[in-house]
């Protein structure tokens, strides 16, 4: 038996233990972009805390190889990653930290470089865990690194719902295209199966992102023959920069603030469309299955 048929007997094994009438996969959300320094992270933290107003359960899981952003945003400095749960057996609750209204996050630290090079009983025990965090949270929110490296990449593909966060700047619509372009030469990336939209950082108006939303989506739809949806705008606003300097969320720290206020209404956005991705959350173990499994 080959390991991908193994991890698919681990899943359809845990599937079955689930009791249908309790259990619910949690929905999974990837973030990414094409450039760094687009608001990616910042996206993924005020997602959290609006998605926590509105009574949902939301864990971060910051793949973003050696940076911290999530955690300095938070104020937070975890005692442990996804690196201790792999090699030096700590469980799941360990490993998650508790940041700002009980969003709760985990750190990929370098476990995520090494995901390709574990063994059959290490990939069962990440299964195993995460399978527990489908328990534990509603939404998952993935913060991948920036660009197009292997496992960025990795992870937009596999992933059912991807958020593309670009910027009206000529190199990050640019990036942003050449980061599709790559994802849909990818062999294990299926269109139909991937709800990518795009979020409008930084812009100065509604027309802004509804201009930058139509440049990007009319490449997509010419050269690569796909689809790109449309989540809504953050504007550029001052009061964001002054809470990143502080390392505070501006959700919580500035409320009102029309940077937050576009946050909740990209939350309020999503709440409303989740009813139509009911058939692709698969969850975050079926996630990680996926990954190793092809």
């Known amino acids: 038996m080959d390991q991908a048929q193994q991890l698919r007997n681990v899943v359809k094994e845990k599937n079955i233990k689930k009791n249908p009438k309790i259990a619910s996969d949690a929905r999974v959300l990837t973030i990414t972009s094409g450039k760094g320094g687009v608001g990616k992270s910042n996206l993924a933290v005020n997602l959290a805390i609006q998605l926590r107003k509105f009574g949902k359960r939301v864990i971060i899981f910051d793949a ?26 700590k469980s799941l609750k360990d490993i998650v930290s508790e940041g700002p209204m009980g969003v709760g996050f985990i750190s990929g630290g370098s476990g995520i470089a090494g995901l390709n090079n574990l063994t059959a009983e290490q990939i069962n025990l990440l299964l195993h865990n995460f399978s527990e965090l489908d328990e534990l949270a509603d939404v998952i929110i993935i913060d991948t690194g920036a660009g197009i490296s292997d496992s960025v990449l990795k992870f937009v593909a596999n992933s059912p719902e991807v958020l593309l966060v670009t910027t009206p700047e000529p190199s990050s619509i640019t990036d942003s295209y050449s980061l599709l372009k790559v994802l849909y030469q990818q062999p294990d990336f299926r269109p139909e199966q991937t709800k990518i939209q795009l979020v409008a950082n930084k812009v100065l108006s509604v027309a802004d992102g509804d201009a930058l939303y139509d440049k990007l989506q009319l490449v997509v739809s010419k050269f690569l023959g796909g689809k790109l949806d449309y989540l809504g705008i953050v504007p550029m606003d001052m009061t964001l920069e002054r809470a990143v300097r502080k390392q505070k969320v501006v959700s919580l720290e500035a409320p009102t603030s029309n940077a937050a206020r576009a946050y909740g209404i990209l939350a309020d956005n999503l709440m409303h469309h989740e009813h139509k991705t009911l058939m692709m959350k698969k969850g975050i173990s079926q996630f990680f299955s996926n990954l190793f499994s092809k």
């Open 64 to 89: 973003d190889i050696g940076l911290a952003n999530v955690e300095v945003m938070f104020g937070t400095n975890p005692n442990y990653n996804l690196n201790d749960m792999i090699y030096k057996g």
